[in-house]
């Protein structure tokens, strides 16, 4: 089920990018956030690290050169790092009682990041929002409703 949703979650995010010029997030972020539209908590808090990786490469660019491959680096390094610091500090006390609440993926959060200041917060969430529910939805009628997430 999961490489059917990455698998899917590409061919949408081409179509996105070829139709649209708009990428969802990155080119597998789709098809994991497809993956946990059942639980809006975690989507929530992958946004969220998103937002503050996203102001943080921001700020970066005041001061250096954060452009192409080394935005991207810059990206998806302090996703990893916040996305740790989530997961080891903040919910592992709620984490017991509720496994639901984690971050989407080691890599996700940055690359949701870097989409962001390269296209835009709005353009990226809407995109990515859209083929999410798109993969979701093919996935529904490929498992013939036997897919609960």
């Known amino acids: 089920m999961f490489e059917v949703a990455i698998g899917i979650g590409v061919i949408i995010s081409l179509f996105f990018l070829e139709a649209y010029g708009a990428a969802a997030g990155g080119i597998v972020v789709c098809g994991y956030i497809a993956l946990y539209l059942n639980e809006p908590l975690t989507i929530a ?3 969220c690290i998103s937002f503050i990786v996203y102001v943080v490469v921001k700020l970066l660019g005041t001061m ?4 192409g491959r080394r935005r991207m680096v810059f990206s998806v390094l ?14 592992p006390a ?8 984690h971050v989407i993926g080691y890599i996700i959060p940055g690359l949701i990041a870097n989409s962001m200041v390269k296209q835009g917060i709005i353009k990226t969430l809407t ?4 083929a999410a529910v798109l993969v979701r939805f093919i996935l529904v009628l490929v498992f013939q409703g036997k897919f609960v997430g």
């Open 127 to 130: 995109i990515m929002g859209v």
């Open 64 to 67: 250096i050169f954060v452009y």
């Open 45 to 47: 808090i992958t946004l």
């Open 94 to 101: 709620y984490l017991a009682e509720n496994q639901a609440v």
């Open 78 to 91: 302090l996703g990893f790092i916040f996305g740790w610091i989530v997961r080891t500090y903040v919910f």
